[in-house]
């Protein structure tokens, strides 16, 4: 019997240059998708200095395409050219620099970073823009606040001040001079304490205000104690206070201490600005369905009969320390954090702060909470 010949074909060898661009192709692919996961805005630069890939937030930042075009065309920029230049020449491995870009709605503000990539000997750099704009501002808040506490405690304790070395001098034996000025440093010391009060209350709603109050709370009884309390200073300031609602319970999830200051502030706001023989409205009504809250809800109304507001304040009256009228709040004893933490306290509670006014008809603002 004879043997089955044994035919063996040869195959030619892959050519080395093939397989060489599979795996560069393969690698290349892999890096635009590690880059395309990053969240951050990325751009890829390659030796030639043109764009060789940009991710979808860098895509979606520049609005155009940024693929083929020469970094210069790309991003103009003169921030971010001087560290693509300084790590596309060698002279550094990574640079930054900081980019302020403005447009209708806002300032925004980004750090740059440029970054040398070694590819086989061939330097390629990859651009990174970071929106640092809440960053800047929060700085900025922080500093605004250190300025505003620094002002408001610097006048009282200069009066305290004054006042001390002239008892301890010129007003040394002058009996009537003496209680005078004692009096005047009881209001400012007064006024400092209640400046630290306010402070250290605004400091701890921010700290909770993620934390969302769920134990029953009486509104209706919060309200008539506010007013009970309140009655004696509108009386001295011949102002009536009015109250319709709060004849029966109204329970609501809610922090009893912290709700009572909101409705404090705005009555006790009410009752200064509103003038003699004048009157402030409280008025405590449910609603079944609220398109705002999705649900049903309690609203409180506080209205004075007072000059009431140029509308173009009422955007900022919520901000710390913002006043209409400087000299007269602080104569009044306000330390203009007062509505600052009403928005907070209001905030914490899921709920809505409306602020109505024209000069010369009062100002009334509502407070909208969840029902449930």
């Known amino acids: 019997m004879r043997d089955a010949a044994t035919t063996t074909v040869a195959t030619s060898p892959e050519p080395a240059q093939k397989r060489t661009t599979q795996r560069e192709t393969a690698v290349t692919d892999s890096a635009f998708s590690l880059l395309d ?4 805005p990325l751009v890829l630069l390659g030796p030639t200095e043109r764009v060789v890939h940009a991710n979808p937030p860098a895509v979606a930042l520049f609005s155009r395409d940024l693929p083929g075009r020469h970094y210069i065309t790309a991003f103009r920029a003169p921030a971010v050219l001087s560290c693509v230049e300084a790590v596309m020449s060698g002279t550094v491995d990574r640079a930054e620099d900081r980019l302020l870009v403005s447009d209708s709605t806002r300032e925004a503000t980004w750090k740059i970073t440029a970054s040398a990539v070694d590819e086989g000997g061939r330097r390629s750099v990859v ?13 900025q808040i922080r500093r605004d606040f250190v300025a505003n506490v620094s002002h408001e ?11 001390i070395e002239t008892l301890r001098g010129a007003a040394k034996d002058d009996s009537a001079a003496r209680e005078r000025f004692l ?10 304490n209640r400046l630290v ?10 700290a909770e205000e993620r934390q969302r109050p769920t134990d029953p709370v009486d509104l209706a009884g919060i309200l008539n104690s506010v007013t009970l309390s309140l009655r ?41 600005y509103s003038g003699a023989r004048s009157q402030v409205t409280i008025a405590l009504s449910l609603n079944d369905h609220d398109a705002a809250l999705r649900g049903p809800s309690v609203s409180v109304r506080v209205k004075d009969d007072g000059e009431g507001l140029d509308p173009i304040h009422i955007p900022r009256l919520t901000e710390r320390f913002y006043r209409v009228d400087s000299h ?10 007062g509505l600052a933490i009403v928005k907070h306290i209001v905030n914490r509670h899921r709920g809505r702060l409306r602020i109505e006014s024209a000069p010369g008809q009062g100002a009334e603002f509502t407070v909208t909470l969840p029902a449930g």
């Not at 651009?127 to 700085?139: H, I, P, S």
Request: hydrophobic share 40%; with cysteine.
């Open 127 to 139: 651009v990174a823009f970071e929106d640092t704009t809440a960053l800047q501002e929060a700085g």
């Open 183 to 192: 009096g005047i440093m009881e209001r400012e010391a007064g006024r400092m």
């Open 153 to 163: 405690l610097r006048t009282p304790l200069t009066a305290l001040l004054g006042f």
């Open 328 to 337: 007269r709040s602080r104569e009044q004893g306000g330390t203009g954090l």
């Open 232 to 272: 004696p200073v509108a009386e001295e300031q011949k102002v009536e206070l009015f109250v319709t609602g709060t004849s029966g319970p109204c329970i609501v999830p809610g922090d009893a201490d912290q709700l009572a200051q909101v409705f404090t502030n705005l009555v006790e706001n009410a009752v200064k």
């Open 197 to 206: 009060r306010d402070l250290l209350s605004l400091s701890r709603v921010e």
């Open 37 to 40: 996961a990053i969240p951050v």
